[in-house]
């Protein structure tokens, strides 16, 4: 049974307000064709390039409407997260923006580029085992040691309202979008985009896509239970995080269908859509398009939008891309 939409924890008008109040902050980004890839794939796609965002990523929308959502008293002893990279990236930059720390925990395991990403716009890095446990605990402990105000990847309502206004720039660029879908981790992109997307045309179709070896997302869909963290690995890393109690009630009332891909199908996408539309993207990003490979969406030439979520990739593990 679907959450009554007057109980969620973030309405459109969130998103609106995000959108005034982070527009001075970030980029408008453009949105991508290809009518090699519309041929091959017998639809019309349009892919909206977060990966040209502030910091690289999406999440500098979510991070600057967390960051400047505070008040002066909140602020003043800065903000704090646990991210694999894109987030911590996106916040360190959004508190650098308004004058305050950013207090970042990230995996050992996390991209050399990305850890330059968060170094370059002035974060606090401390490292941590790859594991939600860890991740949690140490952040509990930053918190408690320096008073910064926690603000999450992806199970913050400022966040998920920050991330939603991507889909708003993307539907008033591109009206008739019959689909559109989204990389899913954390699930703050999805929720955002939901939301925002079913408020603005309620006859879209919302899909979120994430590896298959990291499947929680899909078993929470699925059964209406949250799931933990799967523990499995991905060359998509920005997709091995779990939903939250805030962003998966707007994922259950918006959200149409969440589907898995293989590793293989990821790493082919990234080729195609590489090639194709001209642009850097990492791994996650190239998951949506990879349903595509598999048949388990048919685009029938129908209007398909796909939001890239990041660039910020390692070309080094990648030589047959970009070698």
């Not at 290809?34 to 965002?53: A, D, H, I, R, V």
């Not at 694999?84 to 395991?109: C, D, K, Q, W, Y």
């Not at 974060?123 to 040691?145: M, S, W």
């Not at 990821?266 to 990003?285: F, G, R, T």
Request: a neutral charge.
């Amino acid at each position: 049974m679907k959450t009554t939409i007057h109980s969620l924890p973030v309405s459109f008008d969130d998103i609106l307000s995000a959108q005034k109040r982070i527009q001075h902050h970030i980029l408008k980004t453009p949105v991508k064709s290809s009518p090699e890839l519309n041929k091959l794939f017998n639809g019309q796609f349009f892919f909206k390039c977060e990966n040209l965002q502030k910091a690289g990523a999406f999440k500098m929308r979510g991070a600057a409407n967390a960051v400047f959502s505070l008040t002066d008293e909140e602020a003043k002893s800065g903000v704090a997260t646990h991210s694999s990279g894109n987030h911590a990236a996106a916040l360190s930059l959004a508190a650098s923006l308004r004058g305050i720390p950013a207090f970042v925990v990230m995996p050992e395991t996390a991209p050399k580029p990305k850890i330059e990403n968060v170094n370059s716009f002035g974060g606090k890095i401390t490292f941590c085992p790859p594991t939600q446990k860890d991740r949690e605990e140490t952040l509990a402990r930053l918190v408690k040691e320096t008073s910064a105000v926690p603000v999450h990847p992806s199970n913050d309502v400022r966040v998920i309202a920050g991330q939603g206004t991507a889909a708003l720039e993307f539907l008033k660029e591109i009206t008739e979008l019959d689909f559109i879908l989204t990389p899913v981790g954390g699930g703050g992109l999805l929720a955002g985009t939901a939301l925002a997307a079913k408020s603005i045309k309620p006859g879209i179709r919302v899909i979120g896509v994430e590896p298959e070896t990291v499947n929680d997302a899909f078993l929470s869909f699925s059964t209406g239970t949250l799931h933990p963290p799967t523990g499995g690995k991905s060359i998509a890393d920005g997709l091995l995080t779990s939903l939250g109690t805030h962003n998966f009630p707007i994922i259950q009332t918006y959200v149409d269908e969440i589907l898995t891909v293989s590793e293989a199908s990821i790493l082919e996408a990234l080729k195609i859509l590489v090639h194709h539309l001209k642009q850097d993207i990492e791994p996650s990003s190239a998951v949506p398009f990879a349903a595509f490979l598999e048949g388990k969406i048919k685009a029938d030439g129908r209007k398909i939008g796909i939001i890239l979520s990041g660039g910020n990739v390692d070309k080094s593990k990648f030589p047959e891309i970009w070698g």
